[in-house]
T-cell receptor, first 114, second 114 residues
Framework: DQQVKQNSPSLSVQEGRISILNCDYTNSMFDYFLWYKKYPAEGPTFLISISSIKDKNEDGRFTVFLNKSAKHLSLHIVPSQPGDSAVYFCAARENSGGYQKVTFGTGTKLQVIP | DAGVIQSPRHEVTEMGQEVTLRCKPISGHNSLFWYRQTMMRGLELLIYFNNNVPIDDSGMPEDRFSAKMPNASFSTLKIQPSEPRDSAVYFC????????????FGDGTRLSIL
C-alpha cells in the first residue's frame, strides 16, 4: 500500500519554463513533507520542505505547495534549468510510536531540455 | 565535512552468498536509516536506528536480512543467503535527532545478485 504516490514517472520541460512535480498521499497523520533530488550514482539530497500548518514554502526557484484537504503537494521549479534534470522524490513524515517515520514516493524523473 | 559514507559502492555476487553493506553516519547524528531503492517501489525504509538501538525494522523483507549498529559511527546491513531479487541500490542515511532536520544520504551501494 503506497502511502505516498508520485503518479508521473517522468516529465520533460523546456529550459526556462516551469516544472511542476506532483505528489499525493493517503495518510492524514503526515505532518511534514519533504522533497529530495537525486542525480545518478548519488544519494538523494534534501531540497525543500513544508510543515502541514503551512500551504506554501518558497526557496529561490523552488516552491512547494500543500493542499491538505486534497492530500496533495506539488513542487514548482521556475525557471527550470538543465542542471535540474534529476529524479525528485516526495517524502512525508509522521510521528509514530514516539519516533518520526518518513515514507518516500517512487520518484519522478525530470528532464529539462536546453 | 564528511557526509554519510557507504561501502562498497558496487557489489556483484552469486546467489546464496552472504553480503554485508557498511555505513558510517555523519558524526553527531544519532539516527540512522537503511533504505532499498527499486524501480517498482522507489525508496523503501528497511530499518531505523536511534542512538544505536533499532526502533523500527518492519521494512526488513524477511529473516535473510539483518542490521546492526554496534556504535554511533558504524552500521551494517547483512543479507544471508542472498537472492537475485535482492538486487537493488541500498542507501544509508543519518539525521540529527528529532528535529526537522532532513536525512542526509550516502551515495548508495549497487548490489547485483547473479
Amino acid at each position: 500500500d503506497q502511502q505516498v504516490k508520485q503518479n508521473s514517472p517522468s516529465l520533460s520541460v523546456q529550459e526556462g519554463r516551469i516544472s511542476i512535480l506532483n505528489c499525493d498521499y493517503t495518510n492524514s497523520m503526515f505532518d511534514y513533507f519533504l522533497w529530495y533530488k537525486k542525480y545518478p550514482a548519488e544519494g538523494p539530497t534534501f531540497l525543500i520542505s513544508i510543515s502541514s500548518i503551512k500551504d506554501k514554502n518558497e526557496d529561490g526557484r523552488f516552491t512547494v505547495f500543500l493542499n491538505k484537504s486534497a492530500k496533495h503537494l506539488s513542487l514548482h521549479i521556475v525557471p527550470s534549468q538543465p542542471g535540474d534534470s534529476a529524479v525528485y522524490f516526495c517524502a512525508a513524515r509522521e510521528n509514530s510510536g514516539g519516533y518520526q517515520k518518513v515514507t518516500f514516493g517512487t520518484g519522478t524523473k525530470l528532464q529539462v531540455i536546453p | 565535512d564528511a557526509g554519510v559514507i557507504q561501502s562498497p559502492r558496487h557489489e556483484v555476487t552469486e546467489m546464496g552468498q552472504e553480503v554485508t553493506l557498511r555505513c558510517k553516519p555523519i558524526s553527531g547524528h544519532n539516527s540512522l536509516f537503511w533504505y532499498r531503492q527499486t524501480m517498482m517501489r522507489g525508496l523503501e525504509l528497511l530499518i531505523y536506528f536511534n542512538n544505536n538501538v533499532p526502533i523500527d525494522d518492519s521494512g526488513m523483507p524477511e529473516d535473510r536480512f539483518s542490521a546492526k549498529m554496534p556504535n554511533a559511527s558504524f552500521s551494517t546491513l547483512k543479507i544471508q543467503p542472498s537472492e537475485p531479487r535482492d538486487s537493488a541500490v541500498y542507501f544509508c542515511a543519518s539525521r540529527a535527532g528529532y528535529s526537522n532536520q532532513p536525512q542526509h544520504f550516502g551515495d548508495g551501494t549497487r548490489l547485483s545478485i547473479l
